[in-house]
Nanobody, 116 residues
Framework: QVQLVESGGGLVQAGGSLRLSCAAS????????MGWYHQAPGKQRALVAT???????NYADSVKGRFTISRDTAKNTVYLQMNNLKPEDTAVYYC??????????WGQGTQVTVSS
């Protein structure tokens, strides 16, 4: 069992920044990769960024150059630094863990709202 807890969401103006955190606990050894997804009202949940145990990263085209995913392995924590936020970034952001067995763990989500 793995538990993921997100924090750091909030309300910001366009052009502002936020840093999201995802703290993992439990059977961390069972996770191959961590990532962030977001889901806006009326939209499907979509990938934002991922990071593997080895540190390789991947980003959605819409956030390249603005968002950075990183991790502190000692703290079992993954971060998403979000810069130059745009109103279209408004969504619930979910932390994701990909299990070796092939299934997903999800956090409870944290709301990010960007005002224009």
């Amino acid at each position: 069992q793995v538990q993921l807890v997100e924090s750091g969401g909030g309300l910001v103006q366009a052009g502002g920044s936020l840093r999201l955190s995802c703290a993992a606990s439990g059977s961390i050894f069972s996770i191959n990769a961590m990532g962030w997804y977001h889901q806006a009202p009326g939209k499907q949940r979509a990938l934002v960024a991922t990071i593997t145990k080895g540190g390789s990263t991947n980003y959605a085209d819409s956030v390249k150059g603005r968002f950075t995913i990183s991790r502190d392995t000692a703290k079992n924590t993954v971060y998403l630094q979000m810069n130059n936020l745009k109103p279209e970034d408004t969504a619930v952001y979910y932390c994701n863990g990909k299990a070796i067995a092939g299934f997903d763990y999800w956090g409870q989500g944290t709301q990010v709202t960007v005002s224009s």
